[in-house]
């Protein structure tokens, strides 16, 4: 169809809206056929950047940009968006407890979640980049109880893209010979990258590494501690990465993932794998036209067990601490 597609992204003066906004509009999501129109939230303060960036949307003359608007009101900005990316948080700073980042997330995500209800399109996709991402995304389908909570998901697609290209890199196989990884879990941490169900060239990927320790000791922390090894080297958190991320998992929810193969994507648990229902935890997912279905019937064996349990442990934790706060 050329209806353009409306897609909000919020935190879109940002580092990763700088690198997001432009391949949203160069067709990366749906390709050059289907046009999309962007609407952009950002804080009031963040509102002349934004303007600048649009400039520069302006200038690339992209021809699948059939629109951008700008504002601070999400009331206005969700306005019928068929797609939600929701990228914009409070970042931890120096000496800032749990408590207060989850409360000043709360906020954002409470308000952004009733917006949503409110005004977006009947069809609406909402995808968490912002963190903590799996209890934000928690809070927004928990205020917009009108929306299908199947809508929800939060972003662990760059934890999984990372398990791609780490398990590439130590078997030689190019990317495009690696299926079916999975990440269990929180994004943060405690996520768990799976190699136990996953392939290389078709084979069990734990059997072609042969190699427990290197899961264990190198690549399961290297997946989950990427994030500060990022920060380490380049003086600032994955930018461009999480937005490529963040359209890989857009994308594949709306058109749909590989036969043969699935995604990883943290949605409301409806008790699959032992994870309490409604936590909003990352699973190997498939999914078409729009929606997603966990994959069922996976072995879990006792070390996979015990990483899956110690994450959803802190994803409950979280709840528990959102709970408490009345942000749920
Ligand atoms: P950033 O600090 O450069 O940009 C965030 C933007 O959000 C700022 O421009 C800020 O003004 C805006 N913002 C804050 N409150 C807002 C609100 N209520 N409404 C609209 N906009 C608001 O941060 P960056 O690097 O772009 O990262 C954004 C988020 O993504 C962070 O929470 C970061 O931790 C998270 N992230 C998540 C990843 C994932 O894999 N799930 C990977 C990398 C980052």
Same mark, same amino acid.
């Given at each position: 169809?050329?209806?353009?597609?409306?897609?909000?992204?919020?935190?879109?003066?940002?580092?990763?809206?700088?690198?997001?906004?432009?391949?949203?509009?160069?067709?990366?999501?749906?390709?050059?056929?289907?046009?999309?129109?962007?609407?952009?939230?950002? &804080?009031?303060?963040?509102?002349?950047?934004?303007?600048?960036?649009?400039? $520069?949307?302006?200038?690339?003359?992209?021809?699948?940009?059939?629109?951008? $608007?700008?504002?601070?009101?999400?009331?206005?900005?969700?306005?019928?968006? @068929?797609?939600?990316?929701?990228?914009?948080?409070?970042?931890?700073?120096?000496?800032?407890?749990?408590?207060?980042?989850?409360?000043?997330?709360?906020?954002?995500?409470?308000?952004?979640?009733?917006?949503?209800?409110?005004?977006?399109?009947?069809?609406?996709?909402?995808?968490?980049?912002?963190?903590?991402?799996?209890? @934000?995304?928690?809070?927004?389908?928990?205020?917009?109880?009108?929306?299908?909570?199947?809508?929800?998901?939060?972003?662990?697609?760059?934890?999984? @893209?990372?398990?791609?290209?780490?398990?590439?890199?130590?078997?030689?196989?190019?990317?495009?010979?690696?299926?079916?990884?999975?990440?269990?879990?929180?994004?943060?941490?405690?996520?768990?990258?799976?190699?136990?169900?996953?392939?290389?060239?078709?084979?069990?990927?734990? $059997?072609?590494?042969?190699?427990?320790?290197? &899961?264990?000791?190198?690549? &399961?922390?290297?997946?989950?501690?990427?994030?500060?090894?990022?920060?380490?080297?380049?003086?600032?958190?994955?930018?461009?990465?999480?937005?490529?991320?963040?359209?890989?998992?857009?994308?594949?929810?709306?058109?749909?993932?590989?036969?043969?193969?699935?995604?990883?994507?943290?949605?409301?648990?409806?008790?699959?794998?032992?994870?309490?229902?409604?936590?909003?935890?990352?699973?190997?997912?498939?999914?078409?036209?729009?929606?997603?279905?966990?994959?069922?019937?996976?072995? &879990?064996?006792?070390?996979?067990?015990?990483?899956?349990?110690?994450?959803?442990?802190?994803?409950?934790?979280?709840?528990?601490?959102?709970? $408490?706060?009345?942000?749920?």
């Amino acid at each position: 169809s050329s209806t353009p597609l409306k897609v909000a992204v919020t935190g879109a003066a940002g580092q990763i809206g700088y690198s997001l906004l432009f391949r949203l509009a160069s067709g990366a999501l749906l390709g050059a056929d289907r046009p999309i129109e962007l609407r952009l939230l950002e &804080i009031t303060p963040a509102l002349k950047a934004l303007e600048g960036v649009v400039m $520069e949307l302006d200038d690339c003359a992209f021809p699948t940009l059939a629109g951008v $608007e700008i504002g601070d009101d999400a009331n206005t900005v969700f306005d019928g968006v @068929n797609l939600a990316l929701l990228v914009g948080a409070r970042p931890r700073t120096k000496g800032m407890e749990r408590g207060e980042l989850l409360s000043a997330n709360g906020a954002i995500f409470t308000a952004q979640g009733k917006a949503l209800n409110e005004v977006a399109a009947d069809d609406v996709r909402i995808g968490v980049t912002g963190n903590p991402a799996n209890t @934000n995304a928690l809070i927004a389908m928990t205020n917009a109880p009108d929306i299908p909570r199947e809508r929800f998901s939060a972003l662990t697609r760059l934890d999984h @893209n990372r398990a791609i290209s780490q398990l590439a890199a130590r078997t030689g196989a190019p990317v495009t010979d690696i299926r079916r990884m999975t990440i269990w879990g929180n994004h943060s941490a405690t996520q768990y990258p799976d190699l136990f169900h996953a392939e290389v060239g078709g084979r069990n990927a734990a $059997e072609v590494v042969g190699d427990q320790s290197w &899961i264990e000791n190198d690549f &399961i922390p290297t997946v989950a501690k990427r994030g500060a090894a990022i920060i380490e080297a380049r003086g600032s958190s994955s930018a461009a990465s999480a937005a490529s991320a963040t359209i890989d998992a857009a994308h594949d929810w709306l058109l749909g993932s590989a036969d043969d193969d699935w995604v990883s994507m943290a949605v409301a648990s409806d008790g699959s794998y032992g994870v309490p229902e409604g936590l909003i935890s990352s699973f190997p997912v498939t999914t078409k036209d729009g929606s997603w279905e966990i994959v069922q019937g996976l072995d &879990i064996d006792e070390f996979s067990r015990g990483r899956i349990n110690a994450s959803v442990a802190e994803l409950e934790e979280e709840r528990a601490a959102v709970t $408490e706060l009345g942000l749920i």
